[in-house]
């Protein structure tokens, strides 16, 4: 990581993020496979968002339906659930970035109505829609790779011939597509998506190769916090990771990724500016 290379632009709610920014994940959702439902309920999703701003977030990210498989999660429920927190958000921390996690079109544009400055689509870009209501609204977009599936689908045998090669032509196709639409190109971040679409040794090797991302010039989001790569890697159960998620987050910060979606937001800014100083 060079400290004198030039960053590529990255702009949300007006802001300029800088070296690195970190993303606290509020999961509204009964089922999450991390905090079991700890912030399903509004109050409980705003005090988490208080605490991780308190804790240095700079973007906090709303989900409402849990990334794998389970209950299914309709768009009426799915907009129930993040539009509320949302509004409440965006009155309660004006300057904070307001990130939604979702796939799905519909809600993208009541969300961004609601306050919402990126739509978080981790499963690939299903629904090709959401990237037309980025333009109409002025709000990011992040393209990410899942390897095909549908959204809430586990992989199986998941094969790849050049994993790395496969996410970067999928995901700069899509932040190419998302310009072509109409959204800012210094709005419109990647991500690797490990685990999506991807076994063990696919999300090692994105981690090990994260600078030909970088490279490309897009800035990166990384989301590997307490993942079953890292459990699987270290044979730790999904509340042991913390320490291994640290880790990936400073050999991904070391190559040049912008953006960490974690579960510790005050954590994850120490490790990460520890790293940023070292270099």
């Given at each position: 990581?060079?400290?004198?290379?030039?960053?590529?632009?990255?702009?949300?709610?007006?802001?300029?993020?800088?070296?690195?920014?970190?993303?606290?994940?509020?999961?509204?959702?009964?089922?999450?496979?991390?905090?079991?439902?700890?912030?399903?309920?509004?109050?409980?999703?705003?005090?988490?968002?208080?605490?991780?701003?308190?804790?240095?977030?700079?973007?906090?990210?709303?989900?409402?339906?849990?990334?794998?498989?389970?209950?299914?999660?309709?768009?009426?429920e799915e907009l129930r659930r993040v539009v509320d927190v949302?509004?409440?958000?965006?009155?309660?921390?004006?300057?904070?970035?307001?990130?939604?996690?979702?796939?799905?079109?519909e809600v993208g544009a009541a969300v961004a109505a609601a306050?919402?400055?990126?739509?978080?689509?981790?499963?690939?870009?299903?629904?090709?829609?959401l990237a037309a209501v980025a333009a109409e609204y002025g709000?990011?977009?992040?393209?990410?790779?899942?390897?095909?599936?549908?959204?809430?689908?586990?992989?199986?045998?998941?094969?790849?011939?050049?994993?790395?090669?496969?996410?970067?032509?999928?995901?700069?196709?899509?932040?190419?597509?998302?310009?072509?639409?109409?959204?800012?190109?210094?709005?419109?971040?990647?991500?690797?998506?490990?685990?999506?679409?991807?076994?063990?040794?696919?999300?090692?090797?994105?981690?090990?190769?994260?600078?030909?991302?970088?490279?490309?010039?897009?800035?990166?989001?990384?989301?590997?916090?307490?993942?079953?790569?890292?459990?699987?890697?270290?044979?730790?159960?999904?509340?042991?990771?913390?320490?291994?998620?640290?880790?990936?987050?400073?050999?991904?910060?070391?190559?040049?990724?912008?953006?960490?979606?974690?579960?510790?937001?005050?954590?994850?800014?120490?490790?990460?500016?520890?790293?940023?100083?070292?270099?």
């Amino acid at each position: 990581m060079s400290t004198s290379a030039p960053l590529p632009p990255l702009r949300l709610n007006g802001r300029d993020l800088g070296r690195f920014a970190v993303m606290a994940v509020v999961n509204r959702t009964p089922d999450s496979f991390f905090d079991r439902g700890a912030t399903y309920g509004f109050d409980a999703a705003l005090a988490a968002v208080d605490a991780a701003v308190a804790g240095g977030a700079d973007i906090v990210d709303i989900g409402g339906v849990k990334a794998g498989p389970g209950e299914d999660v309709g768009v009426t429920e799915e907009l129930r659930r993040v539009v509320d927190v949302v509004a409440a958000v965006r009155e309660r921390h004006p300057d904070v970035v307001i990130s939604v996690d979702t796939w799905r079109a519909e809600v993208g544009a009541a969300v961004a109505a609601a306050g919402a400055h990126l739509l978080n689509d981790t499963w690939g870009g299903p629904d090709p829609e959401l990237a037309a209501v980025a333009a109409e609204y002025g709000t990011g977009l992040v393209c990410a790779h899942a390897g095909g599936l549908a959204p809430r689908t586990r992989p199986h045998r998941a094969a790849y011939t050049d994993v790395v090669s496969d996410v970067l032509a999928h995901v700069t196709a899509e932040a190419e597509r998302a310009v072509a639409c109409g959204v800012r190109r210094d709005a419109v971040l990647i991500d690797p998506a490990h685990d999506f679409g991807k076994n063990t040794r696919h999300s090692l090797e994105i981690t090990r190769r994260l600078g030909e991302l970088t490279a490309t010039g897009w800035p990166v989001l990384v989301a590997v916090s307490n993942k079953d790569f890292i459990g699987e890697t270290l044979d730790r159960p999904v509340g042991e990771r913390g320490a291994g998620t640290m880790a990936v987050l400073g050999v991904s910060v070391w190559l040049g990724a912008r953006v960490f979606r974690v579960h510790d937001a005050a954590a994850a800014r120490r490790a990460l500016a520890a790293v940023a100083a070292l270099a």
